[in-house]
């Protein structure tokens, strides 16, 4: 299936679209082109709060906050690696058998499945800034992340076969 199948299917059956992820075989390159492609939405996202800033702050320009927003972004990979290995040893103190590859599979692609939810995040923070709907639409974000990607670690670390086991 599509990435963006896959991505509305994860808000209906995360362990399913992560199991099948998963049983594609272990590929890096493609967790990390999850990755990319959530934080390439996710600066998408960012654009509308940005102009409401650089239209607010004059002397702030718009494409410094791009490029700044951009290197953030770029400098957080590293931080989703060590997250994801972090949440692979607490469930390996759980007693979960799995392996990094699918602790990183199942936070990357949490990131991308609910990346656009971040779009409508981004729209809200431009064209109404902070407030009540603000918030909630990142109570959406949070709870929509942390149900797919908790789906993802069970599937990862708690219910594979054993063949698949890391």
């Known amino acids: 299936m599509s990435a963006v199948d896959d991505i509305f299917r994860s808000y209906r059956a995360p362990r399913a679209v992560v199991r099948a992820h998963l049983a594609r075989g272990r590929s890096e390159p493609r967790a990390l082109t999850f990755l990319l492609a959530a934080l390439g939405v996710i ?15 004059p002397d702030l320009p718009m494409t410094g906050l791009m490029v700044g927003t951009g290197l953030a972004l770029l400098a957080m990979i590293p931080v989703f690696y ?31 499945a609910a990346s656009p939810l971040m779009l409508l995040q981004g729209l809200v923070s431009g064209f109404l800034g902070q407030g009540l709907q603000l918030s909630l639409v990142n109570l959406l974000i949070f709870a929509a992340f942390g149900l797919i990607w908790g789906a993802g670690i069970r599937v990862a670390e708690f219910d594979l076969p054993a063949g698949e086991r890391g």
């Open 43 to 57: 600066f998408v996202a960012q654009w509308p709060r940005l102009s409401r800033l650089a239209y607010l702050e």
């Open 82 to 112: 060590l997250l994801a290995l972090g949440a692979h040893g607490v469930a390996r103190l759980a007693g979960g058998r799995g392996s990094g590859y699918g602790a990183r599979l199942a936070l990357f692609w949490a990131l991308l």
